[in-house]
């Protein structure tokens, strides 16, 4: 089953714009990450988030936490036309320091236009 | 350092064959996790394998199994394929202790006909 939601579904903006990702999800959660899929390859790591961190950043990327809200955002600031991806969060549900099951939203379809 | 790598990247079975995955990760992770991502379901955990270990196994049939050597590579099997056996199958390498940041092969891309 689907923890993360994502939206929207798919994202069209134009080369130098900022896209903004947002993730739902429904259990707690020690932390949560972002991940990139080009064209049906395999996943890149962007970026993890902790439980307890409300705000994290990592080059053009920065990612929110609101546990109270169960919702994450992912924004890319001056998109360019290599961001074109499909973009997905990650929890993992488990108690404990942590867990390496992960669980996939649908993901966020981005299209840059050059 | 080298990625994770997976084999074969494409594969074609018949209904009723089995068929087995293998991936090799990074050097000095010990935690493989494994994947299966359709366009109907997305991505869904299969299992993780730690140390030689399943630490962790997802919602699937017992058709689906796996297991990891001493040097960290694992296989998975699926017998018995079904059509909707058809999928990508990712493989992730982790450190496993303390580290959650997992990184993805390739992918096998499996048609079930």
């Known amino acids: 089953s689907q923890q993360g939601e994502e939206d929207p579904q798919a994202l069209s903006i134009q080369e130098g714009e900022n896209a903004t990702m947002n993730c739902s999800y429904k259990t707690s959660i020690n932390n949560l990450q972002w991940y990139r899929q080009n064209s049906g390859r395999g996943l890149v790591h962007l970026i993890l988030?902790?439980?307890?961190?409300r705000e994290k950043h990592s080059g053009r990327l920065r990612v929110t936490l609101d546990t109270s809200k169960k919702s994450s955002s992912l924004l890319i600031t001056a998109s360019r036309a290599a961001d074109t991806a499909s973009y997905f969060c990650?929890?993992?549900?488990?108690?404990?320091?942590?867990?390496?099951?992960?669980?996939f939203g649908k993901g966020t379809k981005l299209s840059v236009i050059p | 350092k080298a990625g994770v790598t997976q084999t074969p990247r494409y594969l074609i079975k018949t209904r009723g064959q089995q068929v087995t995955l293998s991936c090799s990760p990074i050097?000095?992770?010990?935690?493989v996790s494994w994947y299966q991502q359709t366009p109907g379901q997305g991505l869904q955990f299969l299992f993780e394998y730690f140390s030689e270990t399943q630490r962790n196994k997802g919602n699937f049939p017992g058709r689906f199994s796996g297991r990891q050597f001493s040097n960290s590579r694992s296989e998975m099997n699926v017998s018995t394929l079904e059509l909707g056996d058809s999928a990508l199958y990712l493989c992730?390498?982790?450190?496993?202790?303390?580290?959650?940041?997992?990184?993805f092969g390739p992918g096998t891309r499996l048609t079930v006909t």
């Open positions: 992730a390498s982790s450190l496993g202790i303390g580290s959650y940041e997992q990184y």
């Open positions: 988030i902790r439980s307890n961190e």
């Open positions: 990650a929890t993992d549900a488990a108690s404990g320091a942590g867990s390496y099951q992960l669980t």
């Open positions: 050097s000095g992770h010990r935690s």
